[in-house]
């Protein structure tokens, strides 16, 4: 019995849907919109290791008791790429996603862009962003084919598969240790075949989540 609103559960090799649920109803999808943060940063971004630095506006343009890194970055503080793609998906780091979007395009809005047409590439026909971060309106449907695409990109899969992952110390911090959100990937919870996935959550949302496993050689 599937007690959220909407839901689909897809081959994620035929696309042959297996379980729908009210599955094209546009929903608000929190933090599950990272996935697509995740992927176009990937795509756009050769180097993983290439270094940025947090600027004030991309901490401004997050709401109070957003999700984020511990401790909160700082203006001038510096990552790499993939420590901020890793805690954006295992922290659901708001400001982790907006410094990422402005790394990628110099500012938020032509990322979001990015992530717009990405998203119809993927064949998602129902979503649109508005921001890399959860200001969103999509599917179940829509998403599962936004996670199929994330699947198939290999750095994407591995950071959305990890469990555990450590930020090194910064100028401004010590070391961030950082568990996996998604309780099913970390082994909080037991679910057979469960590799990789993305949880998220708002008041106007509630609980939102995208799960990828392998069961009889099959994709799910």
């Known amino acids: 019995k599937i007690e959220g609103q909407s839901a689909v559960l897809m081959d994620a090799v035929t696309d042959t849907i297996l379980y729908s649920k009210n599955a094209d ?25 290439s270094v940025t630095t947090v600027s004030e506006n991309a901490l401004n343009q997050i709401a109070p008791l957003s999700s984020t890194l511990h401790p909160m970055p700082k203006p001038g503080e510096q990552f790499t790429i993939r420590d901020l793609l890793y805690g954006l998906t295992m922290c659901s780091g708001n400001e982790c996603a907006n410094i990422l979007a402005e790394a990628v395009c110099g500012d938020i809005d032509s990322f979001v862009e990015l992530m717009n047409e990405r998203a119809k590439e993927a064949g998602a026909k129902n979503t649109h962003f508005s921001n890399p971060h959860g200001l969103d309106l999509t599917t179940a449907y829509d998403m599962a084919l936004i996670m199929k695409a994330a699947l198939e990109n290999p750095a994407a899969k591995e950071i959305l ?28 919870f037991e679910c057979e075949g469960v590799y990789a996935g993305k949880p998220g959550y708002t008041r106007l949302a509630q609980s939102t989540l995208v799960t990828a496993a392998k069961r009889d050689d099959v994709d799910l």
């Not at 109803?25 to 290791?49: G, W």
């Open 161 to 188: 598969s990890a469990k555990t992952y450590t930020i090194p110390e910064t100028e401004y911090t010590s070391e961030r240790n950082m568990t996996s959100g998604h309780k099913m990937v970390s082994g909080e």
């Open 25 to 49: 109803d546009r929903l608000y999808p929190a933090s599950i919109t990272k996935i697509m943060t995740l992927l176009v940063t990937v795509e756009q971004c050769k180097n993983l290791d």
